[in-house]
């Protein structure tokens, strides 16, 4: 079947720490991958996405690189600051002949940054 | 105008009582969902419509109907909830069905 499997949290970091947050998927077809964060209280945000295998999302500092051979899309940044804060989803999407479009959530992974 | 929103931001029920979500958004998005979110949980796809017909309901109990009366806006009438039903309701659209999506801040749910 189709799913995303992210590392476990929490996450904790000190200020301007690296960053990596681990997602592998499993999926039948060509998905696109996103990842989304929620900071607390307040719904999903967008982060950033790629649609085809070798492209690379990057957004506020964030990466993430659509790698097929190991179908993986590990979210990173360089240097994490306080707001950073919040909960990582990595998400694929699939095309389905009969329903459109499929969306299927990773479990999240919470990070926190400290000063 | 870019953002989707919802009201109310928060909601307390009884279990006997009749409530409406809503949700509106006017990026002219054809495609809206509806996901419930449980705590430290990723969202669960309730309902999705496309042109404002109902595409995908993710066998979800009949206490939770959706409602899309036009392109801008989608509904969700509570009737009859249950204590566990209390979650973060969360709206979203997209261009189209297969477009990536945008969410709202979503409306707090609280069922005693």
């Known amino acids: 079947g189709n799913s995303v499997t992210q590392m476990e949290g929490p996450v904790t970091l000190s200020e301007e720490a690296f960053l990596t947050i681990n997602c592998t998927y499993t999926?039948?077809?060509?998905?696109?991958l996103f990842w989304y964060v929620q900071y607390p209280g307040e719904g999903l945000q967008l982060l950033l996405k790629?649609?085809?295998?070798?492209d690379k999302g990057s957004n506020k500092g964030f990466e993430a690189t659509y790698r097929k051979e190991t179908t993986s899309f590990h979210l990173e940044k360089g240097s994490v600051q306080v707001s950073d804060s919040a909960v990582y989803f990595c998400a694929l999407r699939l095309a389905l002949s009969n329903t459109g479009n499929q969306f299927y959530f990773g479990t999240g992974t919470s990070l926190t940054v400290i000063p | 105008d870019t953002e989707v929103t919802q009201t109310p931001k928060h909601l307390v029920m009884g279990m006997t009582n009749k409530k409406s979500l809503k949700c509106e958004q006017h990026m002219g998005h054809r495609a809206m969902y509806w996901y419930k979110q449980k705590a430290k949980k990723p969202p669960e796809l309730m309902f999705v419509y496309s042109y404002e017909k109902l595409s995908i309901n993710e066998s979800v109990p009949s206490r939770f109907s959706p409602e899309c009366p036009n392109s801008s806006l989608l509904n969700l009438h509570l009737h009859a909830l249950q204590p566990e039903d209390s979650a973060l309701y969360l709206c979203a659209s997209s261009q189209q069905i297969d477009y990536e999506q945008f969410f709202g801040p979503g409306t707090r749910l609280t069922v005693l």
């Open positions: 790629a649609t085809k295998a070798d």
């Open positions: 999926a039948t077809g060509y998905p696109s």
